[in-house]
């Protein structure tokens, strides 16, 4: 697996020395470029890709990588690009549905130098930090601090408060959130575009913050994944639209569909409850307990009110497992 065509960040848009106080060099020198292979066959392949890109983050000595977990989810191969262009295979050690986080082991020495874990707390809108990817100051974004606010996302996904920041960096996924004392505040996930209107509109990112990965990490090392029943799947993808909750695609094969949910139903409630958002629709279904547990809805369909019952799952039960090595 070969590193993808080369490419910059432009020099206007580069992080200064002078901005942040830091050892740039040093400090980048510990962000990878990360590849994944991904099986054909996979649970994830149709949606997310069987070849994919992005960075990774050394957080220990040893060779420890945080990532962005969709990168890594049911890899089969993993590989690493330094600066320098030297390739270093990886396995997947673990992947955090919840948070998103994903690790990968490094399967040679590094020896670079790993990011010290900082705190998303301390940052403020307008705040400036470094958006790094893969390949020292030519591929870091001086970005500021847009906000900090709440999260949903379609894929039964939510973070009470993520960070956004702009401008975007054009390969998000994984890059290291750095703070002006040059710890690791943030993983980049997703590019998304501020405003209404192309006019006020601004490109930028979420990065999901840091402080979430400590209560974590040892059950991520140890196990895989944390250590608690998992949380109740129920493989539908929702929308916001016109203040109603659309069902826009299905899982294969997952819950919802199983239970005959159709792309189209509108969601009203979740066990009488009304639900008026995504960060909502998924609360209330995971407040009903454990992966497995019933999830009644009450659907609008073709303007006739019905309600689906829909037996959850664990969602790591459709997926993979890593290869072990």
Request: proline share 6%; glycine share 12%; net charge negative.
């Amino acid at each position: 697996m070969s590193e993808p065509v080369d490419w910059e960040i432009p020099a206007r848009a580069r992080p200064k020395a002078q901005d942040f106080g830091i050892d740039l060099d040093r400090t980048l020198s510990g962000v990878l470029s990360l590849h994944a292979r991904i099986p054909d066959e996979a649970f994830t392949a149709s949606v997310l890709g069987t070849d994919r890109s992005g960075n990774g983050v050394v957080i220990s000595g040893d060779g420890l990588v945080l990532t962005i977990g969709y990168l890594i989810t049911e890899a089969e191969e993993v590989w690493l690009f330094s600066a320098d262009g030297k390739a270093t295979p990886a396995h997947v050690v673990g992947y955090d549905q919840e948070t998103g986080f994903g690790l990968v082991q490094a399967l040679g020495r590094l020896n670079l130098p790993p990011l010290e874990l900082g705190t998303a707390r301390a940052l403020h809108e307008h705040d400036k930090v470094i958006v790094a990817g893969s390949g020292g100051v030519r591929r870091a974004l001086s970005a500021e601090v847009v906000a900090k606010r709440e999260f949903a996302g379609y894929w039964e996904y939510v973070l009470d408060e993520a960070i956004f920041t702009a401008p975007a960096h054009p390969n998000w996924g994984g890059t290291g959130l750095i703070g002006a004392d040059g710890k690791l505040a943030g993983v980049g996930s997703l590019y998304l575009r501020y405003g209404s209107d192309k006019e006020d509109g601004r490109d930028g990112n979420m990065i999901v913050p840091i402080d979430l990965l400590p209560p974590i990490l040892d059950d991520l090392m140890k196990f895989g994944r944390r250590r608690k029943p998992p949380r109740p799947w129920l493989g539908l993808y929702a929308a916001e639209v016109e203040d109603k909750l659309v069902i826009a695609g299905l899982a294969g094969g997952g819950p919802a569909e199983q239970a005959d949910l159709r792309v189209g139903d509108l969601i009203m409630d979740v066990g009488g409850e009304t639900v008026d958002d995504l960060a909502s629709l998924f609360r209330r279904v995971w407040a009903r307990g454990d992966a497995g547990v019933e999830v009644p809805l009450t659907v609008v369909r073709d303007g006739r009110t019905m309600g689906i019952s829909i037996r959850s799952a664990d969602r790591a039960s459709f997926l993979r497992a890593p290869r072990l090595h």
